[in-house]
């Protein structure tokens, strides 16, 4: 059927208001429930109908004012029997949307940026460095190179370089910019001239110093890790989360056990899968003892409970979205939900430690099972 005719009957037999709170007669995309109510559409048409339809069509485009109306096309094409609209709507109301989980390894399985260390374990103690005698040196900060042109106000006091981010603030200064006010901006017109290397006491300033080009902007993140070992090592920030493990430890009281949530990238699902590992790992590598509950892919459901006054009277079966592996904050979406994310808004989240909820699985006809990894 063309989507013009079982629009038509949609909007004859009242089914749009179906899945509507606001009274509109208008279709709501935005609820994964539609297409249910189109398959029923669709089921319910007869050839008859859609000649009729046909006809319809033909008058409204050639003698629009002449277009038959809503209770004309109601007694044309009656519901299928008297308490069809509220049977459709009960058993709308049933539905459990089922979703295909994604646990392909597939993607960018890092971000295309080269980070360097800042610290050097394998340099002995001590050793004479009065050249770098105030850099950072930190195992979870690194370093990046930028385009002087490319640097954002908020950058500028990360530079590890301390004589060129001194030269930095000079030049800015010159141009009023405080880095440290929120909201800087820094325009083209500051790097118009060049900004040469020129020593602290003035004697090296010449038209031949060097001209600096790029920086090392300094990054704190505990995600990036090596991908290569050897005298050239690269560190890299891992992509998407490819799936979350969930463990749970004994706590104070057996009502309130200590759970703990290990997120792995794409990059480290890649590694796992070409050592032969099993994609989902059983024992936490920071706690063994710890009990392992179950897995979540992206598009996985769980049933359960969120707090908070906004999601209390939802139904409890949602899929998983997204996790964040530094604060261990889940993120999930009520099943029918059909709307982009940036249109959901905040979605309902849980920790490890306040979720109320199990994993399931729902097959295609809606039957909601227990899944165990």
């Known amino acids: 059927m063309k989507g013009q005719c079982t629009a038509e009957l949609r909007r004859v037999w009242g089914l749009n208001e179906v899945l509507r709170t606001d009274g509109l007669n208008h279709k709501n995309r935005d609820d994964h429930r539609h297409h249910a109510v189109d398959a029923l559409v669709i089921a319910l048409t007869s050839r ?30 009656p519901v299928p029997w008297p308490s069809f609209r509220d049977d459709v709507q009960a058993r709308v109301d049933t539905i459990y949307v089922s979703h295909r989980a994604s646990r392909k390894i597939a993607g960018a399985l890092h971000e295309d940026t080269l980070y360097g260390r800042t610290s050097k374990p394998e340099r002995a103690t001590g050793a004479a460095r009065p050249h770098a005698k105030d850099w950072v040196e930190n195992e979870h900060e690194f370093v990046v190179c930028k385009p002087l042109e490319s640097l954002t106000a908020a950058e500028v006091l990360k530079v590890r370089d301390l004589r060129v981010k001194e030269l930095i603030l000079e030049r800015l200064a010159a141009f009023g910019i405080d880095p440290e ?31 600096i080009r790029k920086v090392r902007v300094t990054k704190l993140d505990e995600t990036i890790q090596p991908i290569r070992q050897g005298p050239r090592v690269a560190y890299v920030k891992p992509g998407n989360t490819h799936h979350i493990e969930i463990y749970e430890l004994p706590g104070s009281t057996p009502e309130k056990p200590m759970r703990l949530m290990k997120a792995v990238t794409m990059l480290e699902a890649a590694q796992r899968a070409k050592a032969g ?5 059983k024992v936490h590598p920071d706690e063994p003892t710890a009990r ?17 006054k906004k999601h209390e009277r939802r139904p409890a079966l949602y899929r998983f979205n997204s996790a964040a592996s530094t604060s261990k904050q889940m993120w999930f979406v009520l099943h029918i939900d059909a709307r982009a994310s940036k249109e959901r808004g905040t979605d309902p989240s849980a920790k490890p430690s306040t979720m109320d909820f199990e994993k399931v699985q729902v097959d295609v006809l809606g039957r909601i099972r227990r899944a165990r990894d």
């Open 181 to 211: 006010v929120k909201g800087s901006k820094i325009g083209k017109e500051v790097w118009k001239e060049p900004l040469r290397m020129v020593g602290r006491r003035g004697a090296e300033k010449s038209p031949n110093a060097p001209i």
């Open 277 to 281: 590992q099993p994609l989902i790992g």
């Open 292 to 308: 392992f509950l179950f897995s979540l892919s992206q598009g996985e459901m769980v049933l359960g409970k969120f707090g908070g």
């Open 48 to 77: 008859t109908y859609l000649q009729q339809l046909a006809k319809v069509f033909k008058i409204k485009e050639e003698r629009p004012r002449l277009a038959p109306g809503q209770e004309v096309l109601k007694w044309v094409f």
